[in-house]
């Protein structure tokens, strides 16, 4: 045994790490202990099923009830892309339920081809679920939620819901208050009216995708005199009191009535907002005005870098582990064959041969660039049901649909220019087709294949024992 580690040190050092990062990583989203993580799982309507990460501060219980917030990740993005929030509310005192939206991570598909409008992507039944005391430990006078993107549509959504609800049986709201980062495009008089929650905005100033808002060009990311923002704010205000300009950080209305608004406006991209300080100093800031923190720590006392800089150590150190991985299984016997010396290096290449190369990386390139829009829309053609959002077997992942057609074409495109090359000018320029490595037997392809097969299990057993034993992944 001592031999097999030693022959394979570098296997070993690269397990070592990512076990010892793991167990870092897991004791700052736990906050060294104070917080307890547990996977849940929630039957929701209909056969759905909601998967969801409940950060529960150990000194919570039913004598001790604190405020719950549930934290709704973006379209595509399962319940780690939001762990930095969970794991700053909850160790400052918030009970935290981290969703995996419908269709994303280990949750179910949903019935409604408007998940998060119809149904927060399953938080409006986490939030009945929670109202309704089967949390002995969370204050239900106290519930939120917080969503980046389509996860802030969500939260949009859900205080139009649950106002809705509150304005009908003439009661407080279920949620008391949302906070909508990355997202303005419902901020619309037909859906704020009905809302009876305290709400924040934070939106990126220089947002990739600030297009699709009112106002057009440099204006467009602009909470200051955006029409989104603007309507917000005005919605809780009397005619007298109404504002042309939004002051970025003020709080507008009131505590009292849940009518209290704030719009953030940082100086960043769509994608880095919840991975920013400043962005997320911002949100805490928030929750401790509208709700309170049982533990009062400064906003920019922020811990989730580090968590995500141990889970970063274990993917650079994971994809480094597939070379001595890799090597470790060529040991074996059966594998043997498969061993191969070192083809010769090409001859150096001519002026005229960096002139082809030159020419065959740009026209690929060009064509890979002026290829995508037209296969999103052949997409839609071909997956039609999946490009209206139904639910459907076949291929149900619209915006993967098109990628996947895109890599398809150039793929094959890529192949008849490479073959091309080699028969117009590399054929006759010293290209030894013996370097392709395509020169190999029926025999030690399945073998190759099945090599490749338990590389791919191996990497991921140990991701999932990780997982398992730490609750973190990379």
């Known amino acids: 045994m001592i031999k097999y580690i030693k022959t394979n040190k570098f296997l070993f050092i ?37 998967v969801y990460d409940l950060y529960k501060p150990k000194a919570a219980n039913a004598d001790n009830k604190v405020p719950f917030i549930v934290v709704v990740p973006g379209f595509q993005r ?7 929030i969970a794991i700053e509310l909850s160790r400052r005192g918030f009970a935290i339920a981290l969703i995996d939206p419908y269709a994303q991570g280990m949750s179910s598909s949903s019935i409604s081809r408007l998940a998060a409008t119809t149904q927060g992507y399953g938080m409006f039944a986490l939030v009945d679920y929670a109202h309704d005391g089967n949390f002995p430990f969370v204050n239900i006078n106290k519930i939120g939620s917080t969503g980046h993107s389509m996860g802030g549509n969500a939260a949009i959504r859900g205080a139009d819901y649950f106002g ?9 709201s279920k949620l008391d208050s949302v906070y909508i980062s ?35 060009g440099w204006d467009s990311g602009n909470m200051e005199i955006a029409p989104e923002s603007l309507r917000l704010v005005n919605s809780v205000l009397s ?31 769509h994608p880095f907002q919840p991975y920013n300080k400043e962005a997320t100093a911002n949100q805490i800031d928030y929750f401790e005005k509208v709700i309170g923190f049982p533990n009062k720590i400064n906003s920019l006392n922020q811990i989730w870098q580090f968590k995500e800089f141990f889970t970063l150590i274990n993917m650079i150190i994971s994809l480094v582990m597939l070379i001595p991985l890799s090597r470790a299984l060529l040991r074996i016997n059966f594998f043997k064959t498969l061993v191969m010396p070192i083809p010769e290096a090409l001859p150096m290449q001519s002026k005229k041969g960096k002139v082809v190369f030159w020419f065959i990386f740009f026209l690929s390139a060009s064509i890979a660039c002026l290829t995508f829009i037209p296969m999103v829309d052949i997409a839609k053609v071909l997956f039609v049901e999946a490009a209206a959002r139904d639910l459907t077997w076949f291929f149900p ?29 590399g054929k006759n320029h010293g290209t030894d087709t013996n370097s392709w490595g395509l020169d190999i037997s029926y025999k030690n392809l399945l073998k190759t294949f099945f090599l490749g097969f338990i590389i791919f299990s191996l990497y991921y057993l140990i991701l999932f024992i990780v997982y398992y034993l730490f609750h973190v992944d990379y």
């Not at 399962?78 to 930095?84: D, P, Q, R, V």
């Not at 990628?403 to 080699?422: D, E, R």
């Open 14 to 50: 690269c397990l070592s790490i990512i076990f010892v990062s793991s167990f870092f990583a897991s004791l700052i989203q736990t906050n060294f202990g104070s917080v307890k993580i547990e996977l849940r799982n929630l039957q929701t309507d209909d056969g759905q099923n909601l």
């Open 78 to 84: 399962s319940k780690e892309a939001l762990s930095n």
């Open 164 to 172: 809705k609800q509150a304005i009908k049986n003439n009661t407080k």
């Open 182 to 216: 990355g997202y303005v495009l419902t901020l619309r008089e037909n859906i704020l009216k009905d809302s009876k929650s305290n709400m924040g905005v934070s939106y990126a100033l220089y947002d990739e995708g600030a297009f699709r808002n009112e106002l057009s």
């Open 239 to 269: 005619d007298k009191d109404k504002i042309n300009k939004v002051k970025l950080g003020h709080y507008y209305g009131k505590k009292e009535n849940n009518s209290l608004r704030v719009v953030f406006n940082e100086k960043l991209l």
């Open 397 to 425: 992942q619209r915006m993967n649909n098109s990628v996947m057609l895109w890599a398809g074409l150039n793929g094959t495109i890529g192949l008849i220019i490479f073959t091309l090359s080699y028969y117009f000018f």
